[in-house]
Each structure stands twice: as structure tokens, then as C-alpha cells.
């Protein structure tokens, strides 16, 4: 190796040590996606503060870290892209071209390529990060919104709106290869830490459907609704040890939790208004939902069950994602 070479590689990985420190003495961060004011608010989990707001693109939902904790990604619906921010700056980066109105997206588990729903042509698409382009695409159900990629990363989940389906993609071959029917009006799509389950809300249905994930089949459908059917299932989110779920109600202003192994709803949490995304900290202790209206963030206590804190957000805050 020559000596600017060694240069070169000396200052790459001071860059790298500079880039781990600050993640690290930021600690535990929480980025909500605002839909209506297009930003995204950055909390400090250790304070329970406001950060940052960060000016993203036209219309932000989805919201995904990256494994590697270095970069956060938000759909932009409306500028046809995902948008990257910066952890360690909380800057926003770039725009990488998403196909038309991207709106919920997942991460292969090694972090190489994003899986997208382009909810008004009906397509879901594959990005590669590192090209920083669509590589692929295909047709799948109608209004597709809700992605999961499976633990193992072979599959990859989409829900559709209007056709009431999920699509089942093998992500080797970005082919949908098995059509589920699920409950009416699809939207997010949750597996179980083992990869044996998937779990899809239905806002209209007012249930979940619990689905074999290795024989891409519904198994047994969960009502969440109560006497004046208010519920309305939204987001959804499996503790670490996969014994509950929690699934986020929209315009029940709740979170129902769900027992894994018996399937019965224990109880229901009250929360902000609107209640959309939820997400869950890699510990299992604490669940944060994004309220809508409320322009917040309730944080609950998954020992007690609780609501323990409520946190500032925008409005039209959508959804959540957690660096660890």
C-alpha cells in the first residue's frame, strides 16, 4: 500500500470512529414522520426531549433505520423517493427515486436493499441502496401500502388496500409467487422474532390475521373490535419474545394488546388521538405510538401496560422507528 493510500485509509476509519462515537454518546433516538408538515421530529429516548426536526420531503409515512444504526429512511410519497437522513447529523442527506407514491417500505436484513409499496399504480418495488436506484418491480394487489421482510429476509410481504390481499414475493427473485386473501382493508404487516408467523391488521375488518409464514396461509382471524366499533387496526408491533402483540387502533385512540399464544386481546391502552405507527425497543420494555391528531407520541410500559410518557411530535405524525 502506498503511503497517500495509507493516508487515505487512516482517515476513513478516524471518519468511521468519529461516526460510531457520535451515535453512541446520542444514545437511544426515536424519528417520527410527519405527514402534514413534512418533517421529521428526532427524540431523545434517554431525556424523553425534542432533538431535531429535520425538513424532509413532500408527504413522509413510512420511516425505517437502517441495521447498522448510520442512516434513517422515510417515504416521500408526494417526490416519488425515499428520503436518507443522516443519524450521527440528523441531517437529511438525499432523495433516492422510489417509483411513483411510496408510502411504507422494509430493509433487507443485511441493510443492501429497500422493499417499496407504490400505492397508486399497484407495483411494489426494489431498491439497491448502494445504486441508489429501482432495480426491479412487480404488479402486485390494489392500493398496496403495509411491507415486511421476513427475519430470514426469503420473503417479502405486501398488503393491498382494496383487493384485501397480501402478496407474497420471494425476495431472490422479486416474483410474487402466493396471493393471501386477509381481512378488509389491509394495512401493516408484522413477523413473529422467529419468522413462523405474520400478523396483518385490517382497518376495516376490525381484526388481525394471523398467517402460517412458511405456508403463506391465514391460520385464525382476531376481532379487536369492542361494543361501538371504533377500532380500527393500524400498525402492529411483536415483542422481542414474541408473547404479545400491539396493535395501534386509529380512530380508537387505543393500542390493543394481544396475547401470542392464546390469541385473546388482554386489554386495550388508551393513547393519543389517531393512533398510527407503532414500533417497539429492541429490549421489549417500552412501545411508542404515533398519534395523528394529537401530534405526539404515547410511550408505554409494556410491564405495566401503561402510558408512562407522552412526547412532541408534528401533525400528522405517521409513523415511528427507533435507533438503538
Not at 433516538?29 to 426536526?53: C, K, M, W
Not at 409499496?117 to 439497491?128: F, G, H, K, P, Q
Request: with cysteine; aromatic share 6%; proline share 5%.
Amino acid at each position: 500500500m502506498t503511503a497517500a493510500r495509507r493516508k487515505i485509509f487512516r482517515v476513513s476509519l478516524v471518519g468511521l470512529w468519529l461516526l460510531a462515537a457520535a451515535c453512541a454518546e446520542a444514545g437511544p433516538r426515536l424519528y417520527v414522520s410527519n405527514e402534514f408538515v413534512d418533517t421529521v421530529t428526532v427524540i431523545d429516548l434517554q431525556t424523553e426531549e425534542r432533538v431535531a426536526t429535520i425538513d424532509v420531503g413532500d408527504r413522509p409515512r413510512g420511516i425505517k433505520a437502517s441495521p447498522d444504526r448510520r442512516h434513517v429512511y422515510v417515504a416521500l410519497g408526494e417526490d416519488d423517493a425515499i428520503g436518507v437522513i443522516e443519524v450521527a447529523s440528523n441531517k437529511a442527506l438525499e432523495n433516492i427515486p422510489a417509483g411513483e407514491d411510496p408510502e411504507v417500505f422494509d430493509i433487507s436484513p443485511d441493510g443492501r436493499f429497500l422493499y417499496v409499496s407504490n400505492e397508486e399504480v399497484n407495483t411494489a418495488s426494489l431498491i439497491d441502496i448502494a445504486e441508489r436506484k429501482v432495480v426491479k418491480s412487480v404488479r402486485v394487489g390494489v392500493e398496496p401500502e403495509g411491507v415486511a421482510v421476513s427475519p430470514d429476509g426469503k420473503w417479502v410481504y405486501v398488503s393491498s388496500e382494496t383487493s384485501h390481499t397480501i402478496s407474497v414475493i420471494d425476495a431472490a427473485s422479486f416474483k410474487v409467487v402466493a396471493t393471501v386473501l386477509v381481512g378488509d382493508r389491509p394495512r401493516a404487516i408484522a413477523f413473529s422474532p422467529d419468522g413462523t408467523r405474520a400478523y396483518v391488521t385490517a382497518e376495516v375488518g376490525g381484526n388481525v390475521s394471523i398467517l402460517d409464514a412458511k405456508a403463506h396461509k391465514v391460520l385464525e382471524t382476531i376481532s379487536v373490535l369492542r361494543g361501538e366499533e371504533k377500532e380500527k387496526p393500524m400498525g402492529v408491533a411483536v415483542t422481542p419474545d414474541g408473547s404479545k402483540l400491539y396493535v395501534s387502533t386509529g380512530r380508537g385512540n387505543t393500542v390493543a394488546v394481544i396475547d401470542a399464544k392464546t390469541h385473546n386481546v388482554l386489554r386495550y391502552i388508551p393513547v393519543g388521538k389517531r393512533a398510527w405507527g407503532i414500533a417497539i425497543t429492541p429490549d421489549g420494555k417500552r412501545v411508542f405510538t404515533a398519534n395523528g391528531v394529537s401530534a405526539n407520541v404515547s410511550v408505554i410500559d409494556t410491564e405495566t401496560d401503561k402510558v408512562v410518557s407522552t412526547l412532541p411530535a408534528g401533525k400528522g405524525a405517521w409513523g415511528v422507528a427507533i435507533v438503538w
